[in-house]
């Protein structure tokens, strides 16, 4: 069973902070990450993408990816109180064809 | 259009009642997926389409559920008899490569 793990939070920041989300998964043999955001009442909007080990960094997000480990992460520099939203984690695994979510940790930014 | 859109937006229905609701995926987009998030959870993965490819249904909770897609163009997924457990939001994504993009959802509640 292949398993995307989160915390599921509240995580709350103050205002221009950096925030953290983390999450891991099961499975070694896995091909795309994902960081999905999702406003209460809204669909999932996808804010990162991520395939190599290392760094990679759009605006005031920054994903890392450590294969070795099994983790993935999500930097939010200068935290707006607008980021306050859940954050869905995904991944899809060599071979197969769908993503598998993780449950999502929700994000306070408080002003 | 320019996204992912969903019918109806909104759905009440009564206890056994049949409903379809209905997902336009991006123009282009080989895949498409249903999903369902009840309140408060995080997505449960139903069903996916990929190009003529036979569809994995292996989310489907049960034979109540069953969903169509014509070549790369528009999906229904229908539910029959619908059971108080099937209220939630279903939601479509649509993908040209790994990355997903979902629709609006359709809010389904069941009285």
């Known amino acids: 069973q292949k398993e995307v793990e989160q915390n599921s939070g509240p995580l709350s920041v103050p205002e221009g902070a950096i925030a953290s989300l983390n999450c891991t998964y099961s499975d070694r043999v896995s091909q795309s990450f994902f960081w999905y955001r999702q406003y209460s009442g809204k669909s999932p909007e996808l804010i990162m993408s991520i395939y190599s080990n290392g760094d990679k960094e759009d605006g005031r997000f920054t994903a890392q990816l450590n294969k070795a480990s099994q983790y993935v992460s999500l930097l939010i520099r200068d935290s707006q109180p607008s980021d306050s939203a859940t954050y869905l984690c995904?991944?899809?695994?060599?071979?197969?064809?769908?993503?598998?979510f993780g449950a999502g940790t929700r994000l306070f930014v408080k002003a | 259009g320019a996204g992912v859109s969903q019918s109806p937006s909104n759905k009440v229905t009564e206890k056994g009642k049949d409903v379809e609701l209905r997902c336009d995926p991006i123009s282009g987009h080989t895949a498409l997926y249903w999903y369902r998030q009840r309140l408060g959870q995080g997505l449960e993965f139903l069903i996916y389409f990929q190009g003529n490819s036979a569809p994995d249904k292996s989310g489907l909770p049960s034979d109540r559920f069953s969903a169509e897609r014509t070549g790369e163009s528009v999906s229904t997924l229908t539910i029959q008899r619908t059971q108080q457990e099937d209220s939630a939001v279903y939601l479509c994504a649509s993908s040209r490569d790994s990355s997903e993009y979902f629709g609006p959802g359709t809010r389904l509640t069941v009285l």
């Open positions: 995904a991944v899809l695994y060599t071979g197969g064809f769908k993503t598998i």
